[in-house]
């Protein structure tokens, strides 16, 4: 991707907000990151600490409250002895009240700073998206450019066989007519090559205009397997499609799904690179909504790697190949449609990512769409 | 060309558009060169396997074999042979790694046929100058 260092700069800050938002409610992350939160907190500008921070802090204090219960009774029948009056529940009922009056704001705590993480969450992922968004334009407009040079490259070399023609002097004779005639049909049919080509920027740019509610899938991933066929075919990939007809529309914005499914048939595509091999895609009807399977062969994606790949910033390809955001940005979109994004894959024997995603019919939920 | 004299530069071209390699090679024929084209990395190997040749312009984005893989493969079999390579991106990792493999050239699509011709020359002349001195170390050596 071409991504400006400032950019660059940019997602690597948003990726600690999201690192921070990620590890609030796992026991694991805990231990390992009040260390890095300290440290920021020495710097003197986190006067407030971050909403994952004031979540577990909020939950521990709920946690508390039952021992502490627990341990008031503890005391008040070891006070009162076995077998006394039942004065000794009082203190037990007070503590009961007191974690019930408690529960209730703390409970509606933590609704609010989950709300807010996944507020957060999809702010990062919105950023992301325009930032991926402008890269893959920047990647669409280069090939095209590649694409485009061979034809010029060929029309020069047709005018230019004419002007050598012209040159040799008899242009009266027979054969120089016929080769001229065949010069200039050949310049016609390349200017009606690149007419092609650069439709396809232009469709690039008219389906990025917000927003379609509802998709058709197989339209949009043969629109998507155009941009890049001439790559594909470089890398000698075969393509297969597998593709049910008749399937419902999805729910979702076109420019969005495109982004899915350009960042899945690349990474297809990249795994393939150098040693050819085939793509699927597949589509069929699954619960009400539809199911499309983006299939390589491929080395597969080793074990150590495959829990990872949605993680963001984590990538297997080289440093200025990839940039780990591809699968996260994919996902986020998917599931905020109600959708999943999945993968199966065994190291040597190619990897298939599947997409669900809901029928367009019903209206769009308000849910955040976290994992 | 006059470069030459004893004997026209034997170039071979290797592109999988066909009509440019069919149309550049009657440009560079009439030139007085000694043309061949050929539209894949396999078709490459193998006619540089059969005969010998001075220059080759090589396009680096092919279909199954590319053009660096080409190179590198050509290089073991005429070692002497220069080598072009044609593109159309400036693709600095490939553009590294053909000069890396002893490229000559790296060339931008749409190239002008006066350009071409002065490298495919310039590269003849290094073939030349690398063939005598080839030739009198070994008479030194025998």
Redesign the interface.
């Known amino acids: 991707m071409y991504l400006h260092s400032r950019v660059y700069a940019k997602m690597v800050a948003m990726i600690k907000i999201e690192r921070s938002s990620r590890g609030a409610l796992s026991p694991e992350a805990g231990a390992g990151r009040r260390a890095r939160w300290a440290g920021t907190a020495s710097h003197g500008r986190a006067a407030t600490p971050p909403p994952g921070r004031r979540l577990r802090r909020t939950v521990l204090a709920l946690l508390l409250v039952p021992p502490a219960c627990l341990l008031l009774s503890a005391l008040a029948l070891l006070t009162w002895g076995p077998g006394g009056s039942l004065a000794f529940l009082i203190p037990v009922i007070a503590a009961l009240a007191v974690w019930a009056a408690l529960a209730w704001p703390l409970a509606a705590r933590i609704r609010r700073e989950l709300t807010a993480l996944a507020r957060q969450r999809d702010a990062f992922y919105e950023e992301l998206l325009r930032l991926s968004r402008a890269a893959s334009l920047g990647e669409v407009a280069s090939s095209i450019a590649h694409d485009l040079n061979n034809p010029l490259a060929i029309m020069r070399e047709e005018a230019g066989w004419i002007q050598d023609l012209m040159r040799g002097g008899d242009l009266q004779g027979a054969h120089t007519q016929a080769e001229i005639a065949n010069a200039l049909k050949q310049i016609d049919i390349q200017i009606e090559r690149s007419r092609e080509i650069t439709q396809r920027l232009l469709q690039w740019g008219r389906d990025s205009a917000p927003q379609t509610e509802s998709v058709d899938v197989n339209l949009l991933l043969n629109k998507t397997l155009y941009l890049l066929e001439s790559e594909l075919q470089a890398a000698g990939v075969r393509v297969v499609k597998e593709l049910s007809p008749g399937l419902a529309q999805v729910r979702g914005g076109a420019p969005e799904l495109r982004q899915v499914f350009l960042n899945l048939m690349k990474n297809a595509l990249d795994a393939m690179r150098g040693q050819g091999g085939t793509m699927t895609l597949a589509t069929r009807p699954e619960r009400g909504g539809v199911r499309i399977e983006i299939r390589d062969t491929g080395p597969g994606i080793p074990a150590a790697a495959i829990e990872h790949i949605f993680e963001p910033f984590f990538t297997t390809k080289a440093a200025n190949e990839g940039t780990g955001l591809g699968l996260p940005i994919s996902r986020w979109i998917v599931e905020k449609v109600g959708g999943t994004l999945g993968v199966e894959s065994r190291e040597g024997a190619g990897a298939s990512f599947h997409v669900t995603l809901p029928a367009g019919e019903t209206l769009p939920d308000t849910g955040s769409g976290g994992r | 060309m006059e470069v030459g004299m004893t004997r026209p530069i034997r170039l071979l071209i290797v592109d999988d ?1 066909q ?2 390699v069919e ?2 090679s ?2 560079l024929t ?1 030139r007085g060169l000694y043309v061949e084209g050929v539209h894949s990395g396999p078709e490459a190997l193998a006619v540089i396997q059969a005969r010998p040749f001075d220059v080759a312009l090589l396009d680096v ?4 074999m ?1 053009g660096i893989a080409v190179l590198r493969e050509a290089k073991k079999l005429q070692p002497l042979l220069q080598v072009i390579m044609l593109s ?2 400036a693709s600095i ?1 490939a553009a590294v790694e053909g000069m890396r493999l002893g490229a000559l050239e790296y060339l ?6 006066d350009d071409v011709l002065a490298k495919i020359e310039e590269a003849f002349k290094k073939k030349r100058l690398e063939e005598e001195h080839l030739a009198s170390q070994r008479q030194a050596g025998g």
């Open positions: 558009e009509r440019l149309t550049l009657k440009r009439a984005r092919m279909p199954g590319d159309g991106n990792n931008l699509k749409p190239a002008n046929l």
